[in-house]
Protein backbone atom coordinates (compact mmCIF):
# COMPACT_ATOMS: atom_id res chain seq x y z
CA UNK A 1 0.00 0.00 0.00
CA UNK A 2 1.43 3.24 -1.15
CA UNK A 3 0.82 6.59 0.82
CA UNK A 4 1.82 8.47 -1.93
CA UNK A 5 -1.96 10.20 -3.77
CA UNK A 6 -0.81 9.49 -7.32
CA UNK A 7 0.91 6.53 -8.62
CA UNK A 8 2.29 5.39 -12.33
CA UNK A 9 2.90 9.08 -14.06
CA UNK A 10 6.43 8.49 -15.02
CA UNK A 11 5.10 4.69 -16.16
CA UNK A 12 7.57 1.81 -15.88
CA UNK A 13 10.96 1.63 -18.18
CA UNK A 14 12.30 -1.48 -16.44
CA UNK A 15 15.82 0.73 -15.59
CA UNK A 16 15.95 0.35 -11.98
CA UNK A 17 14.17 -3.45 -11.29
CA UNK A 18 16.18 -4.10 -8.49
CA UNK A 19 14.60 -7.70 -9.10
CA UNK A 20 12.90 -10.65 -12.16
CA UNK A 21 9.31 -9.15 -11.49
CA UNK A 22 7.01 -8.16 -8.53
CA UNK A 23 6.97 -9.49 -4.87
CA UNK A 24 4.60 -8.09 -3.98
CA UNK A 25 0.98 -10.14 -3.52
CA UNK A 26 -1.45 -6.69 -3.74
CA UNK A 27 -1.03 -3.47 -5.08
CA UNK A 28 -3.17 -0.32 -3.49
CA UNK A 29 -2.61 3.41 -4.17
CA UNK A 30 -4.88 5.93 -3.63
CA UNK A 31 -5.16 7.03 -7.71
CA UNK A 32 -3.13 5.33 -10.79
CA UNK A 33 -2.53 7.66 -13.85
CA UNK A 34 -3.15 5.61 -17.06
CA UNK A 35 -1.30 7.90 -19.08
CA UNK A 36 2.05 7.91 -18.02
CA UNK A 37 4.57 10.72 -19.13
CA UNK A 38 8.56 9.69 -19.49
CA UNK A 39 10.57 9.42 -22.40
CA UNK A 40 11.94 5.89 -21.12
CA UNK A 41 7.98 4.55 -19.92
CA UNK A 42 7.22 1.28 -22.10
CA UNK A 43 4.13 1.09 -20.48
CA UNK A 44 1.64 1.98 -16.99
CA UNK A 45 1.38 0.66 -13.93
CA UNK A 46 -1.91 -1.28 -14.66
CA UNK A 47 0.01 -3.16 -17.23
CA UNK A 48 2.87 -4.07 -15.41
CA UNK A 49 0.46 -5.35 -12.77
CA UNK A 50 -1.64 -7.27 -15.33
CA UNK A 51 1.75 -8.99 -17.52
CA UNK A 52 2.84 -9.99 -13.44
CA UNK A 53 -0.40 -11.43 -12.49
CA UNK A 54 -0.53 -9.22 -9.33
CA UNK A 55 -3.46 -7.47 -8.72
CA UNK A 56 -4.13 -3.63 -7.88
CA UNK A 57 -7.08 -1.58 -6.18
CA UNK A 58 -7.23 2.36 -6.51
CA UNK A 59 -9.46 4.42 -5.48
CA UNK A 60 -8.43 3.43 -1.71
CA UNK A 61 -8.41 5.84 1.01
CA UNK A 62 -4.84 5.12 1.48
CA UNK A 63 -4.53 7.56 4.44
CA UNK A 64 -7.31 6.31 6.74
CA UNK A 65 -5.12 3.15 5.74
CA UNK A 66 -2.07 4.86 7.32
CA UNK A 67 -3.34 5.88 10.48
CA UNK A 68 -4.61 2.65 11.03
CA UNK A 69 -1.17 0.74 10.54
CA UNK A 70 0.48 3.79 12.72
CA UNK A 71 -2.08 3.16 15.33
CA UNK A 72 -2.24 -1.39 15.18
CA UNK A 73 1.02 -2.19 13.29
CA UNK A 74 1.33 -4.26 10.42
CA UNK A 75 -1.58 -6.20 9.94
CA UNK A 76 -3.14 -8.96 7.50
CA UNK A 77 -5.35 -8.32 4.58
CA UNK A 78 -7.13 -9.53 1.66
CA UNK A 79 -7.90 -7.89 -1.69
CA UNK A 80 -11.86 -7.82 -2.66
CA UNK A 81 -12.78 -5.75 -5.84
CA UNK A 82 -16.37 -5.09 -6.36
CA UNK A 83 -19.17 -2.49 -7.09
CA UNK A 84 -20.78 -3.45 -4.05
CA UNK A 85 -20.35 -5.91 -1.39
CA UNK A 86 -22.80 -7.70 0.18
CA UNK A 87 -22.59 -8.29 4.16
CA UNK A 88 -21.90 -11.74 3.28
CA UNK A 89 -18.89 -10.82 0.41
CA UNK A 90 -17.43 -8.78 3.94
CA UNK A 91 -17.88 -11.52 6.57
CA UNK A 92 -15.76 -13.53 3.88
CA UNK A 93 -13.27 -11.27 2.85
CA UNK A 94 -12.34 -10.63 7.37
CA UNK A 95 -12.47 -14.22 7.47
CA UNK A 96 -9.86 -14.22 4.26
CA UNK A 97 -7.59 -11.57 6.02
CA UNK A 98 -7.75 -13.15 9.94
CA UNK A 99 -6.99 -17.08 8.13
CA UNK A 100 -3.97 -15.79 6.29
CA UNK A 101 -0.87 -17.46 7.77
CA UNK A 102 1.76 -15.31 9.71
CA UNK A 103 4.71 -14.43 8.18
CA UNK A 104 6.84 -16.38 10.72
CA UNK A 105 5.11 -19.38 9.15
CA UNK A 106 6.25 -18.70 5.43
CA UNK A 107 9.29 -19.42 4.17
CA UNK A 108 10.02 -16.64 2.16
CA UNK A 109 13.57 -17.26 1.33
CA UNK A 110 12.65 -20.01 -1.50
CA UNK A 111 10.89 -17.58 -3.62
CA UNK A 112 13.18 -14.94 -4.46
CA UNK A 113 16.60 -16.91 -4.01
CA UNK A 114 18.31 -18.37 -7.08
CA UNK A 115 18.28 -21.85 -8.50
CA UNK A 116 21.50 -22.44 -9.10
CA UNK A 117 24.92 -20.69 -8.26
CA UNK A 118 26.23 -18.28 -11.16
CA UNK A 119 29.62 -16.29 -11.02
CA UNK A 120 30.32 -12.49 -12.57
CA UNK A 121 34.18 -12.56 -13.18
CA UNK A 122 35.95 -9.93 -11.67
CA UNK A 123 39.78 -9.26 -11.57
CA UNK A 124 40.33 -8.47 -7.71
CA UNK A 125 39.16 -10.44 -4.46
CA UNK A 126 36.77 -13.54 -4.57
CA UNK A 127 33.60 -12.57 -2.83
CA UNK A 128 30.50 -15.30 -1.98
CA UNK A 129 27.09 -13.87 -1.82
CA UNK A 130 24.19 -15.62 -0.42
CA UNK A 131 21.50 -15.04 -2.06
CA UNK A 132 18.18 -14.40 -0.05
CA UNK A 133 16.42 -12.11 -2.28
CA UNK A 134 19.27 -9.86 -3.44
CA UNK A 135 18.83 -6.54 -4.72
CA UNK A 136 20.74 -6.30 -8.45
CA UNK A 137 22.35 -3.12 -7.27
CA UNK A 138 23.47 -4.64 -3.91
CA UNK A 139 26.12 -6.98 -7.28
CA UNK A 140 26.55 -4.27 -8.93
CA UNK A 141 28.00 -2.16 -6.35
CA UNK A 142 30.49 -5.29 -6.05
CA UNK A 143 31.13 -5.67 -9.96
CA UNK A 144 31.99 -1.86 -10.02
CA UNK A 145 34.89 -2.57 -6.94
CA UNK A 146 36.18 -5.33 -9.31
CA UNK A 147 35.10 -7.96 -6.88
CA UNK A 148 35.28 -11.90 -8.30
CA UNK A 149 31.82 -12.58 -7.78
CA UNK A 150 30.60 -16.02 -6.87
CA UNK A 151 26.44 -16.10 -5.94
CA UNK A 152 24.94 -19.05 -4.22
CA UNK A 153 21.48 -19.95 -3.42
CA UNK A 154 19.76 -19.22 0.00
CA UNK A 155 20.04 -23.29 0.62
CA UNK A 156 23.83 -23.17 0.00
CA UNK A 157 26.10 -25.28 2.41
CA UNK A 158 29.72 -24.79 3.80
CA UNK A 159 30.99 -27.12 1.55
CA UNK A 160 29.58 -25.81 -1.93
CA UNK A 161 30.65 -22.66 -0.68
CA UNK A 162 33.98 -23.10 0.71
CA UNK A 163 34.90 -24.65 -2.88
CA UNK A 164 34.61 -21.19 -4.49
CA UNK A 165 37.61 -20.71 -2.13
CA UNK A 166 36.12 -16.92 -0.89
CA UNK A 167 38.15 -13.98 0.08
CA UNK A 168 34.66 -12.83 2.05
CA UNK A 169 31.07 -13.70 2.39
CA UNK A 170 27.98 -11.36 2.17
CA UNK A 171 24.62 -12.16 3.01
CA UNK A 172 22.27 -10.24 1.01
CA UNK A 173 18.70 -8.74 2.11
CA UNK A 174 15.89 -10.64 1.73
CA UNK A 175 12.50 -11.21 3.46
CA UNK A 176 10.30 -13.22 5.79
CA UNK A 177 11.72 -13.73 9.42
CA UNK A 178 15.80 -14.47 9.81
CA UNK A 179 14.68 -17.46 12.19
CA UNK A 180 13.55 -19.63 9.12
CA UNK A 181 17.47 -18.84 7.11
CA UNK A 182 18.86 -21.97 8.82
CA UNK A 183 21.36 -22.91 6.31
CA UNK A 184 22.71 -19.45 5.91
CA UNK A 185 23.25 -19.43 9.77
CA UNK A 186 24.77 -23.05 9.76
CA UNK A 187 27.33 -21.34 6.82
CA UNK A 188 28.17 -18.47 9.25
CA UNK A 189 28.69 -20.12 12.26
CA UNK A 190 31.29 -22.39 10.50
CA UNK A 191 33.41 -19.46 8.54
CA UNK A 192 33.00 -16.46 11.34
CA UNK A 193 36.53 -15.73 12.22
CA UNK A 194 38.12 -17.13 9.01
CA UNK A 195 37.06 -14.81 6.52
CA UNK A 196 35.13 -11.26 6.65
CA UNK A 197 31.51 -11.51 6.73
CA UNK A 198 29.00 -8.84 5.53
CA UNK A 199 25.60 -8.49 6.07
CA UNK A 200 22.65 -6.83 4.38
CA UNK A 201 18.85 -5.98 5.66
CA UNK A 202 17.41 -9.98 6.19
CA UNK A 203 21.63 -10.41 6.74
CA UNK A 204 22.25 -8.64 9.24
CA UNK A 205 19.82 -10.45 11.10
CA UNK A 206 20.76 -13.74 10.15
CA UNK A 207 24.39 -12.88 11.18
CA UNK A 208 23.36 -11.67 14.30
CA UNK A 209 21.33 -14.72 14.88
CA UNK A 210 24.35 -17.21 14.22
CA UNK A 211 26.32 -15.33 16.66
CA UNK A 212 23.81 -15.78 19.27
CA UNK A 213 22.04 -12.45 19.38
CA UNK A 214 18.18 -12.33 19.23
CA UNK A 215 15.34 -11.16 16.77
CA UNK A 216 12.11 -10.25 17.11
CA UNK A 217 8.90 -8.86 14.44
CA UNK A 218 8.76 -5.07 14.15
CA UNK A 219 5.40 -3.47 15.21
CA UNK A 220 6.22 -0.83 12.42
CA UNK A 221 8.13 -2.18 10.34
CA UNK A 222 11.16 0.46 8.87
CA UNK A 223 10.00 1.74 4.97
CA UNK A 224 10.75 4.19 2.81
CA UNK A 225 13.98 5.97 1.43
CA UNK A 226 14.10 8.60 4.42
CA UNK A 227 15.18 6.51 7.44
CA UNK A 228 17.54 8.81 9.69
CA UNK A 229 20.00 7.05 11.26
CA UNK A 230 22.73 7.51 14.16
CA UNK A 231 26.35 6.72 13.58
CA UNK A 232 27.04 5.94 17.36
CA UNK A 233 30.71 7.04 17.28
CA UNK A 234 30.49 10.14 14.78
CA UNK A 235 27.32 11.08 16.19
CA UNK A 236 26.55 11.77 12.48
CA UNK A 237 23.13 11.12 11.12
CA UNK A 238 22.49 9.12 6.95
CA UNK A 239 19.58 9.11 5.21
CA UNK A 240 18.96 5.94 4.59
CA UNK A 241 16.73 3.42 2.48
CA UNK A 242 14.67 0.64 4.11
CA UNK A 243 12.34 -2.06 3.84
CA UNK A 244 12.79 -4.65 6.86
CA UNK A 245 10.11 -5.90 9.35
CA UNK A 246 12.05 -7.72 11.53
CA UNK A 247 14.88 -6.17 14.27
CA UNK A 248 17.84 -7.26 15.99
CA UNK A 249 16.92 -7.51 20.10
CA UNK A 250 19.58 -4.69 21.12
CA UNK A 251 19.89 -6.11 24.83
CA UNK A 252 20.48 -9.91 23.45
CA UNK A 253 24.40 -8.09 21.55
CA UNK A 254 25.69 -7.04 24.93
CA UNK A 255 28.81 -9.15 25.06
CA UNK A 256 28.56 -10.19 21.73
CA UNK A 257 29.01 -7.69 19.04
CA UNK A 258 29.74 -4.08 19.10
CA UNK A 259 26.57 -1.41 18.29
CA UNK A 260 27.95 0.87 15.93
CA UNK A 261 24.62 2.67 14.10
CA UNK A 262 20.62 3.34 15.82
CA UNK A 263 17.86 3.81 14.02
CA UNK A 264 17.21 7.66 15.17
CA UNK A 265 13.37 7.19 15.20
CA UNK A 266 13.08 4.70 17.07
CA UNK A 267 16.26 3.66 18.63
CA UNK A 268 16.43 0.07 17.12
CA UNK A 269 19.72 -1.81 15.80
CA UNK A 270 20.80 -0.01 12.28
CA UNK A 271 24.45 -1.89 12.36
CA UNK A 272 26.76 -3.58 14.35
CA UNK A 273 30.41 -4.84 14.19
CA UNK A 274 33.05 -7.64 15.41
CA UNK A 275 36.44 -6.48 14.76
CA UNK A 276 37.67 -9.88 15.67
CA UNK A 277 35.70 -11.62 13.64
CA UNK A 278 35.79 -9.58 10.78
CA UNK A 279 31.99 -8.75 10.51
CA UNK A 280 30.62 -5.58 9.40
CA UNK A 281 26.78 -5.76 9.00
CA UNK A 282 24.23 -2.75 8.44
CA UNK A 283 19.91 -3.10 8.39
CA UNK A 284 19.74 -0.52 5.66
CA UNK A 285 19.94 0.11 2.05
CA UNK A 286 23.79 1.25 1.22
CA UNK A 287 23.03 0.07 -2.47
CA UNK A 288 19.63 1.87 -2.52
CA UNK A 289 18.70 3.17 -6.24
CA UNK A 290 16.66 4.67 -6.22
CA UNK A 291 17.59 6.08 -3.07
CA UNK A 292 19.81 8.12 -0.66
CA UNK A 293 23.64 7.71 -1.50
CA UNK A 294 24.36 8.44 1.80
CA UNK A 295 26.24 5.42 3.05
CA UNK A 296 26.55 3.24 -0.49
CA UNK A 297 30.65 4.04 0.03
CA UNK A 298 30.86 3.89 3.58
CA UNK A 299 29.72 0.33 3.44
CA UNK A 300 30.83 -0.89 0.39
CA UNK A 301 34.37 1.38 0.37
CA UNK A 302 34.87 -0.22 3.73
CA UNK A 303 34.33 -3.68 2.43
CA UNK A 304 36.77 -3.59 0.56
CA UNK A 305 38.98 -1.97 2.64
CA UNK A 306 38.38 -4.85 4.93
CA UNK A 307 39.12 -7.38 2.64
CA UNK A 308 42.00 -5.86 0.60
CA UNK A 309 44.00 -4.81 3.98
Not at 119 to 125: A, E, L, N, Q, W
Amino acid sequence: MLTYPLVGNYGVSGARFQSGGIKVEGFVVRERCDKPSHHLSRGSIEEFLRDEGVPGICEVDTRMLTIKTRRYGTMKACLRVANDLSEEDKVHALELARNQPDITELDLIEKVTCGMRYRIPGSGKRIAVIDLGVKRNIIESLRRRDFDIFVFPGTVNVTELKDSEPDALLLSNGPGDPKRARSAMRVVKELAGTIPIFGICLGLQIIALALGCDTYKLKFGHRGANQPVKDIRSSRVFITSQNHGFAVDKDSMEGIVELTQINANDGTVEAFEDAYLGIKCVQYHPEASPGPWDTEELFFGGLRQMITG
